[in-house]
């Protein structure tokens, strides 16, 4: 199997997750794709967010009916801050004889140093960077300034059509009383304004 890793606050999922997420499993034939929600991002910290499950419930609307796209509560179940690198060390000893594939915004990449062990994330997944709509391919000597030579050649790199889309975005549209219509599946929508979440 080939199996895909997305994770994020997903604070709220949106259509910007989605086709990242449909894209990447396309473009890469993976046979899942695993969103997984952070409970304790350990690149926010002290940022408000809102709780674990209400956003793994979201997630789990948004994706209803597409049985290649899974939600995966593993790290709300853990205490601390939710590191990749632990995240896949668990998923690679319950699929011992899959492929993983880390994906992540182009943004992310740049930053890839600064994760908790980046050498042990590339050896246990390969790492996928996705460009925002409208932003050409990251040259392959920009990949090796930010992540060197050896990392370098364990990322692909994959362009993402569609909106250009931010949580951070949604929430104040709805904290400034607009309406999240087309921007996230219905059903997200009604979620939100049913907990008042956000406002």
Known sequence: ?????????????????????????ERLKLNQVLLVPAAS????PG??????????????????????????????????PSFTVDTLRELKAQFPDDDLFLLMGADSLRDFL???????????????????????????????????????????????????LSATELRQRIADGGTLRFLTPRAVEAFISQHGLYK
């Open 41 to 44: 991002p350990p690149h926010k």
């Open 114 to 164: 600064t994760w908790r062990e980046p050498e042990e994330i590339a050896r246990l997944a390969m790492i996928v960077a996705c460009n925002r709509p409208g932003v050409e391919d990251i040259p392959s000597s920009q990949i090796v300034e930010w992540v060197g030579q050896e990392i370098a050649a364990r990322v692909l790199s994959v362009n993402i059509p569609g909106t250009d």
């Open 1 to 25: 199997m080939r199996i895909g890793i997305l994770g994020g606050t997903f604070d709220p999922v949106h259509y910007g997750h989605l086709i990242v997420a449909e894209t990447c499993r």
């Open 47 to 80: 940022v408000k967010i809102a709780d674990g499950h209400a956003r793994a419930d979201m997630l789990m609307l948004a994706v209803s009916g597409y049985p290649e796209f899974v939600v995966d509560r593993r790290e709300l179940k853990r205490s601390g």
